[in-house]
């Protein structure tokens, strides 16, 4: 079975801070893709990166970066110098390579940002 | 261009009613898939349709279900309302039913049972 989990339900930083969000999931699947998705209060999910299972490069883009280990199951999401606006809620997700429109989400993470 | 719309935006219903809720996807897009994020969870996918057909299901009762349009847009169907189903129900299109295509969320309907 899939399953997506993020152990932090809620963190708070200081604005400039640098934060990391944790996720880890379990499959048995050779080929899969993992997600992250912002949920602000609007409550649109809002795409923020895709990657596939055979591609462990880590990813930059901005203040945003990725980790994906498969050695230890995970693929965390680090913002660096936060920002008010990052404040919201964050989904990790897992498809199956052969059902790639059927995302499990984790519980999320709730981020704050304060000023 | 548009987003993904959904209507109404928000909903309250009596346990027993029934509910249907409207997706339009983004234009050109033919892959349409519902989800249920109860407060404090994370989304669960309910359905897929693609080119008008159920491609895909989650695990929700028969109580649940829906339907595609010839413009691809979409409806969610619910029938003898709990309170359990008490959800922001999101709306998300894709350009195919799956490959590297990414799936866009709609803001969502938020219903409330009571």
């Known amino acids: 079975a899939q399953k997506v989990t993020q152990a932090q339900t809620e963190i708070s930083v200081v604005e400039k801070e640098d934060v990391t969000l944790d996720c880890v999931y379990e499959t048995r699947d050779t080929t899969y893709y993992l997600f992250w998705y912002k949920q602000p209060p609007s409550g649109e999910l809002v795409f923020l990166i895709r990657r596939n299972s055979f591609d462990e490069q880590n990813e930059i883009s901005g203040r945003y970066s990725w980790n994906f280990q498969k050695s230890t199951s995970s693929f965390n999401f680090t913002i660096t110098a936060s920002q008010v606006v990052d404040s919201a809620v964050y989904f990790c997700a897992l498809s199956r390579g052969d059902s790639s429109y059927k995302l499990i989400f984790g519980s999320g993470t709730r981020l704050l940002v304060r000023p | 261009d548009a987003g993904v719309t959904q209507s109404p935006t928000h909903l309250i219903k009596t346990r027993g009613q029934h509910v249907t809720l409207r997706c339009s996807p983004i234009s050109g897009h033919k892959s349409v898939s519902w989800y249920q994020q109860v407060l404090g969870q994370g989304p669960q996918f309910i359905f897929q349709y693609y080119e008008k057909e159920e491609r895909g299901r989650g695990n929700f009762p028969d109580r649940f279900s829906a339907r595609q349009f010839p413009n691809y847009s979409s409806e969610l169907n619910v029938n003898a309302l709990l309170l359990g189903d008490s959800a922001l129900y999101l709306c998300?299109?894709?350009?195919?039913?799956?490959?590297?295509?990414?799936?866009?969320f709609g803001p969502g309907t938020r219903l409330t049972v009571t």
């Open positions: 998300a299109s894709s350009l195919a039913r799956q490959g590297l295509y990414e799936q866009y």
